[in-house]
């Protein structure tokens, strides 16, 4: 299995008070372009409109929210921030509520962050072909029902929603938040 991990592309979020000062929506992108120096036409420009996208796309089977400093991350979880070390192990069962925070692209460091119903999280490890060893999480959803049949998870096993339950590893700048 090939795996590819990535890192988001800032290394800290803007305080609270500037963050709040930067519009974050499609319609203000121009602006936004503009405040940072970023061509219109350019790769980032057309990653930051999949990000507004994909922040203002109403919520199906999940809550979520994009959080574009630390402080609305944290205003809007009521979880606590767990690192786990050690061995492999199931670190929240399908009746805990997991909050997954996922580094997005745009002018400074902004997650996504989702909950879905129905998810255990594990910590996993790995050992690479070179004897690389890691420990990574993983989340795997129980209930797909809702889910789009279309999902690439779905049509890699030739399975239909609700079948089966989906595993995936996090990025390593993911944020995993959960109720315990």
């Known amino acids: 299995m090939h795996i590819r991990f990535t890192k988001a592309t800032t290394e800290a979020f803007l305080p609270l008070k500037e963050a709040k000062s930067i519009l974050f929506s499609t ?3 121009p602006n936004t372009l503009f405040r940072f120096c970023i061509k219109p036409k350019s790769k980032l420009a057309l990653l930051m409109q999949e990000t507004f996208q994909l922040c203002e796309t109403p919520p199906k089977s999940e809550e979520k929210h994009c959080a574009t400093s630390l402080e609305s991350m944290k205003k809007n979880s009521s979880y606590k921030w767990y690192t786990v070390m050690g061995t492999a192990k199931e670190v929240s069962d ?3 509520t997991t909050l997954n925070c996922h580094p ?12 879905i119903v129905g998810t255990r999280t594990y910590v996993v ?3 690479g072909d070179d004897e690389t060893k890691a420990e990574v999480v993983a ?3 129980t209930d797909t029902s809702e889910w789009d049949p279309k999902h690439v998870a779905f049509q890699m096993q030739h399975v239909k929603p609700g079948t089966v339950q989906i595993c995936h590893t996090l990025a390593a700048d993911t944020i995993v938040w959960m109720t315990i």
């Open 125 to 127: 490890p790995f050992v």
């Open 94 to 96: 399908a009746k805990a």
């Open 139 to 141: 989340v795997c959803h």
């Open 27 to 29: 319609t203000d992108l």
């Open 104 to 115: 997005l692209t745009y002018a400074y460091l902004t997650y996504y962050c989702h909950s």
